[in-house]
Every structure is written in structure tokens, then in C-alpha cells.
């Protein structure tokens, strides 16, 4: 089973930092996509940035250009720089994988599934 695992949420300071990770396991391999959600009080879940699986072609929400930086860290982890953190920044962040897995058992079979998987999410809170 596809499992994320979200860590590096806290409270900051207006303008401050705060790095967010995200791994993925309960697989082989796979080739998919994986991003970063997020979801303040009483309003909808919204696309904060996205990348490949190989890490290429970083794709930004407007809101948050220029100051949060997407990466792959290695085949299965993501992480999310922030900087310049607002009070609007403030939100639980989701981590959020779609594509291809491949599974291997001990005999050495290999099936594969496409599958979306999101996180439990991880409380970012920007406050004065």
C-alpha cells in the first residue's frame, strides 16, 4: 500500500521559513507526479506547486511564486521550500502523488497500478 508520510510544519513569524518533506513508501518503483496541497479554514483545497518524477518542470500557484520551492529529493521523497512566509500562507499542506507504481514480490513478479495517494497533511501556521 502507497503510503505518504508529511513533517516539517510548525509556526513561523510573518516572513520567516519553513521547509516541509514528504515520503513516499509501500512500493517498488514508480513514475509519478508528486505535489504539494494545501487548505486554510473554510476554503478548498488549492494546488501550491507540482513536479515531474524526475524532478523537472516545477509548476508554481501564482500565490506563492517567486517564494516556495519544489523539489525532488530523491525517487520518493518531495520536499517544499517556503520563504517570505505570509499570514495568508497559513493552511494544512497535503502531499499528493499520482501515476504508475510498480510492486515486486518475493518471486519476482512485478504488477503495477495507477493510484493516487494523499498524505495526512501537516499544520503550517503563520502568525505574529
Known amino acids: 500500500q502507497v503510503q505518504l508520510v508529511e513533517s516539517g510544519g510548525g509556526s513561523v513569524q510573518p516572513g520567516g521559513s519553513l521547509r516541509l518533506s514528504c515520503t513516499a513508501s509501500?512500493?517498488?518503483?514508480?513514475?509519478?507526479?508528486m505535489s504539494w496541497y494545501r487548505q486554510a479554514a473554510g476554503k478548498e483545497r488549492e494546488l501550491v506547486a507540482k513536479?515531474?518524477?524526475?524532478?523537472?518542470?516545477p509548476n508554481y500557484a501564482d500565490s506563492v511564486k517567486g517564494r516556495f520551492a519544489i523539489s525532488r529529493d530523491d525517487a520518493n521523497t518531495v520536499s517544499l521550500a517556503m520563504s517570505s512566509l505570509k499570514l495568508e500562507d497559513t493552511a494544512t499542506y497535503y502531499c499528493?502523488?499520482?501515476?504508475?507504481?510498480?510492486?515486486?514480490?518475493?518471486?519476482?513478479?512485478?504488477?503495477?497500478?495507477?493510484?493516487?495517494?494523499w498524505g495526512q497533511g501537516t499544520l503550517v501556521t503563520v502568525s505574529s
Open positions: 513536479t515531474r518524477s524526475d524532478g523537472t518542470n
Open positions: 499528493h502523488t499520482g501515476g504508475v507504481f510498480y510492486f515486486s514480490d518475493q518471486g519476482g513478479a512485478v504488477r503495477w497500478k495507477q493510484l493516487e495517494v
Open positions: 509501500g512500493f517498488t518503483s514508480s513514475i509519478a507526479e
